[in-house]
Structures are given as C-alpha cells and as structure tokens.
C-alpha cells in the first residue's frame, strides 16, 4: 500500500472518527433535548392534570353545592307541599263546616220565614177578629145607647120594674107583685119590649092571660092586647090549658128575636116574674 493510500486512511478514519464523535455529541445533545423536552411535557402534563385536578376539585364542590341546594330546594319544596296540604285540608275543613253551617242557617231561615208567615196569617187572623170585636162593641155600645134611651123612657114613664127572685105560679106571682104596691108588668110598646126582653135571662111571666076567656088576651089591669110579639106559631093553647103569657129569652132558639119571644103556658108552672109599680 502506497502513503498516499495510507494518508487517505487516516483522513477517512479521521474524518469518520470526527464525524462520528459529532454524531455521538449530536446524539447527546437531541438526548439532552428529548429529555428536556418530555420534562418540559411532564411538567405541563402535570400542570394539566394538577389543573384538571383543581377543575375537578371545583366540580364536585359545584356539584356539591349544586346537590345541597337542590336537596335544601327539595326538602323547601317538600315542607311547602306539605304545608300547602295542611292549608288546603285546613281550608278543606273550614270549607266542610262553612258548608253545614251555611246548610243549618238555611234551615234556620226556612224555620224562620215558616214562623214569620204563621205570625202573619196569626196577626191577619187577629186583625179580622179585632174588627169583628170592633164591630161587635160598636153594637153593643149602640145596644147600651139605644136600652139607655128606653130605661129614660120608662123613667119618664114613671115605671120601676121589680124582678122577682122566687119562681112561682102566674097568679102567686101577681100577688108577689100586688103585695108589694105593683102587678105583673104590661108590655104595650115596642120600646118596652125590647128593653124588657134585654134584661131578662130566662123564662118569666108577664101580665098577660086569657084565663077569663079563652082567645081573649087581657093585661092585669083588664085592658085588651092590642099589639102582641109572639114567637112563632104562638100562642097555640097547647093541651087546652095555656092561658098565662111568658116571655122567652132563648135568643139561640131559630126564630126569636126581642120582638118574637112571647109564648103560651100553663099556669101552674112555677117561674119568676117582672113586677111594675
């Protein structure tokens, strides 16, 4: 081998020595870097995960927080439901009562308009008898008036009428009368009869008869009749032996009134009479 050979060697080893310790510092340098770089990488993937960490860390206190807000909204929610039902039973309850109590004053009203229409129709009822009672005392206050009229008439008269307090027979009766300065009373007016017949409350004799002759009504002092008030279908002489005169003062009787209420009797019979001076 020539030098020029050798020497080209030498350069080539050299050059291959160089080159290869620059590749061998390269290497260590790219090393150097690689591994800077993926500490570099490490650290951001640490900072990423310690970030992450962090936002994690955050969302579960979110979601914590986030959870206890919606179980203290649902335990909220379920106090208010809860106190909305007791409100609306409570008010389901007032409701109810409201309701029977409502039912009870209609009743009360229906009872009381029922009353109120019974105390109407009563006092329409006492009005009607308040006017018959006004008219019956406007009568009566008449009826006094007018017996006044005919008690002045029989004061001017001079006549004074004695009832008798013993019932005995028509001719005792006259001599009751007699014995005391009278006779039995004679009724010859129309004024008289009725004042008479208004004060007499039973069955009385009056001095009237046809003892003497049959038919032939005579007073006590032997003056004839010359206006009589029978009753209806009197006298009729019954049995043959009616021949005193009474006065009747069943005003119930059908047909009787002050001037119809003479009748035929016998003369036994015992009753009170009307004595006149």
């Known amino acids: 081998?020539?030098?020029?050979?050798?020497?080209?060697?030498?350069?080539?080893?050299?050059?291959?020595?160089?080159?290869?310790?620059?590749?061998?510092s390269h290497s260590r340098d790219e090393e150097k870097d690689l591994k800077h770089r993926g500490s570099r990488r490490l650290v951001l993937i640490s900072v990423g995960l310690g970030l992450i960490c962090v936002l994690l860390l955050v969302f579960i206190i979110l979601l914590n927080i986030t959870i206890?807000?919606?179980?203290d909204m649902t335990k909220s929610y379920k106090n208010t439901v809860e106190e909305f039902n007791r409100t609306i039973n409570s008010l389901q309850y007032k409701h109810t009562d409201l309701t029977q109590k409502?039912?009870?004053?209609?009743?009360?009203v229906k009872d009381l308009t029922a009353e109120k229409n019974q105390l109407q129709r009563d006092f329409d009822s006492l009005n009607k008898k308040n006017l018959v009672l006004e008219t019956r005392v406007k009568d009566l206050t008449a009826e006094k008036s007018?017996?006044?009229?005919?008690?002045?008439?029989?004061?001017?008269?001079?006549?004074?009428?004695?009832?008798m307090s013993t019932e005995l027979s028509w001719s005792d009766s006259r001599q009751y009368c007699r014995d005391r300065g009278a006779d039995l009373v004679i009724i010859n007016t129309e004024e008289k009869q009725r004042f008479i017949s208004s004060l007499v409350s039973e069955r009385v004799w009056?001095?009237?008869?046809?003892?003497?002759?049959?038919?032939?009504?005579k007073w006590v002092d032997n003056s004839p009749l010359k206006q009589g008030f029978w009753f209806k279908d009197q006298p009729n002489?019954?049995?043959?032996?009616?021949?005193?005169?009474?006065?009747?003062?069943?005003?119930?009787?059908?047909?009787?009134?002050?001037?119809?209420?003479?009748?035929?009797?016998?003369?036994?019979?015992?009753?009170?009479?009307?004595?006149?001076?």
């Open 146 to 163: 007018q017996l006044q009229r005919d008690l002045d008439f029989l004061n001017k008269k001079g006549l004074v009428n004695l009832f």
């Open 237 to 277: 002489n019954y049995n043959g032996n009616q021949d005193c005169i009474e006065l009747n003062y069943e005003r119930e009787k059908p047909g009787w009134s002050p001037l119809n209420s003479w009748n035929d009797f016998s003369c036994s019979v015992k009753k009170k009479g009307i004595c006149e001076k």
């Open 102 to 108: 409502n039912l009870e004053l209609e009743t009360k």
């Open 1 to 24: 081998m020539d030098l020029e050979a050798i020497y080209q060697n030498i350069d080539r080893r050299d050059t291959e020595s160089t080159t290869g310790a620059q590749t061998q």
């Open 68 to 71: 206890t807000a919606e179980r």
């Open 206 to 217: 009056i001095g009237l008869s046809d003892t003497e002759n049959e038919g032939v009504m």
